[in-house]
């Protein structure tokens, strides 16, 4: 069935420190996988997205890896900030029930600690 | 440009009302998905509509209904309303035609069901 694991739910760091979320997809066929940060009283915003024909992608300070073999896919944040402190969703795009669906995640809180 | 914006921000309705939720997506944009955001079941699909027509659909019952217009504007229907239905409603919009493509998100609406 369509189905995105994440883990962890929770992830506290310390100012500066790395943080890093993971993500298991059940459709082999899935193509296309995205990160969202969602802010309290805001909706979802994409910080930043990869498909499936590359292994990584990078955007300053946030990186996502994917591997296809094994059927997930990692958000990494370096050099966090108290800014990045929010609700983070994955997300993998997928055919379910006669249908094409993004499915989300539960999330992850980020809290990250001056 | 602008972003997706949603209207009303809050809405509060009875059991057994029917209301109405509308998204103006972002301009150029042509496919529209709507979202159902809560604690306990986190983001779930909905529908998305594509030049006018409903082009997928998630796993909620009928009561749930949707609807384009000509310039890619949407609307959401939710009848004979349910404690359940409270949530945050989340419209999204995407710049591809072709399925898979990233999806930009509105602030949603917070219905309240009493």
């Known amino acids: 069935g369509e189905n995105v694991e994440q883990h962890p739910s929770t992830l506290s760091v310390q100012e500066g420190d790395s943080a890093v979320i993971k993500c298991t997809y059940s459709?082999?066929?899935?193509?296309?996988f995205p990160w969202y940060k969602q802010e309290l009283g805001k909706g979802p915003q994409l910080i930043i997205d990869i498909r499936s024909n590359v292994g990584e992608k990078k955007d300053q300070r946030i990186a996502v890896t994917l591997n296809k073999t094994a059927k997930h896919f990692s958000l990494h944040i370096t050099e966090t900030q108290p800014e990045d402190s929010a609700v983070y969703f994955c997300?993998?795009?997928?055919?379910?029930?006669?249908?094409?669906?993004?499915?989300f995640g539960a999330g992850t809180r980020l809290a990250v600690h001056p | 440009k602008a972003g997706v914006t949603q209207t009303p921000r809050y809405l509060i309705k009875t059991r057994g009302q029917q209301v109405t939720l509308s998204c103006s997506p972002i301009s150029g944009h042509r496919s529209v998905s709507w979202y159902q955001q809560t604690p306990g079941q986190g983001l779930q699909f909905l529908f998305e509509?594509?030049?006018?027509?409903?082009?997928n659909k998630g796993n909620f019952p009928g009561r749930f209904s949707g609807r384009q217009f000509s310039n890619s504007r949407s609307e959401m229907n939710v009848s004979t309303l349910e404690l359940g239905d409270s949530a945050l409603y989340l419209c999204?919009?995407?710049?591809?035609?072709?399925?898979?493509?990233?999806?930009?998100f509105g602030p949603g609406t917070r219905l309240t069901v009493t």
């Open positions: 459709d082999s066929a899935s193509n296309y």
């Open positions: 999204a919009s995407s710049p591809s035609d072709s399925l898979g493509g990233e999806q930009y």
């Open positions: 997300a993998a795009f997928m055919f379910s029930g006669g249908y094409n669906k993004l499915i």
């Open positions: 509509y594509f030049s006018e027509t409903q082009r």
